[in-house]
């Protein structure tokens, strides 16, 4: 079974800063890996996904994560943080075959302006 | 773009009724999945449907049923509701044989 997990539950950037959030995964073989970003009060929206393609994908909003077999990570990063990239960043996982989503316990960004 | 409709968006129950959630999906996805998100935790997948078949099926309880209708639209039944019931219920949809969930606003169910 395909399963994540995401290093810090709370992250805290400055406005224009790097933001960098942590998640690894632990499959049994490559799996599909996404990052969904959640609003207060709103619903899940993908930012991006690794499907076995390109290790480095380019999401919505400026945000980009690189697959990393050797270290089983999808890190997720964006170069210069936003007011509004305050919200909570779930990572998740599927299989090729098994589409359910199993996700991360989520990391919540706070951006200081 | 149309997205996936949920209603209705909040909900509140006493002890031991029922609810029903229902989920309308982006046109022409033949896929649902339903998931409950506690407070302050993360998704928990519930139960899937793919052409008005279960196809998978995680931690729901025996007390709660879910159907897919003929125009893919689906419902999550519950009874006997307990306060631990409370939670966000979404619903995500897609087209068979590709990765990308899209998800619902979610319901709202508070159990008092």
């Known amino acids: 079974a395909q399963s994540v997990t995401q290093l810090g539950s709370h992250v805290s950037v400055s406005e224009g800063a790097l933001v960098l959030l942590r998640c690894n995964y632990s499959s049994s073989v490559p799996p599909y890996l996404f990052w969904y970003v959640q609003y207060p009060n709103q619903g899940l929206q993908l930012l991006l996904k690794y499907t076995s393609a390109a290790t480095l994908v380019k999401g919505i909003n400026g945000f980009e994560a690189e697959f990393k077999k050797s270290e089983t990570s999808f890190h997720l990063t964006k170069p210069s943080a936003h007011m509004s990239d305050a919200a909570e960043y779930f990572c998740a996982v599927s299989g090729v075959n098994d589409y359910k989503l199993s996700f991360g316990a989520g990391t919540t960004v706070t951006v200081r302006a | 773009a149309a997205g996936v409709i949920q209603s209705p968006r909040h909900l509140i129950k006493e002890k031991r009724e029922t609810a029903t959630l229902k989920c309308y999906p982006i046109?022409?996805?033949?896929?649902v999945y339903w998931y409950q998100q506690g407070p302050g935790q993360d998704p928990q997948f519930l139960i899937s449907?793919?052409?008005?078949?279960?196809?998978d099926k995680g931690s729901i309880p025996d007390r709660f049923s879910a159907q897919q209708f003929s125009d893919y639209h689906s419902e999550l039944n519950m009874s006997s509701l307990e306060l631990g019931d409370s939670a966000l219920y979404f619903c995500?949809?897609?087209?068979?044989?590709?990765?990308?969930?899209?998800f619902g606003p979610g319901t709202r169910l508070t159990v008092l």
């Open positions: 995500a949809s897609s087209k068979r044989g590709l990765d990308t969930q899209y």
């Open positions: 046109p022409r996805h033949d896929t």
């Open positions: 449907f793919y052409e008005k078949m279960q196809s």
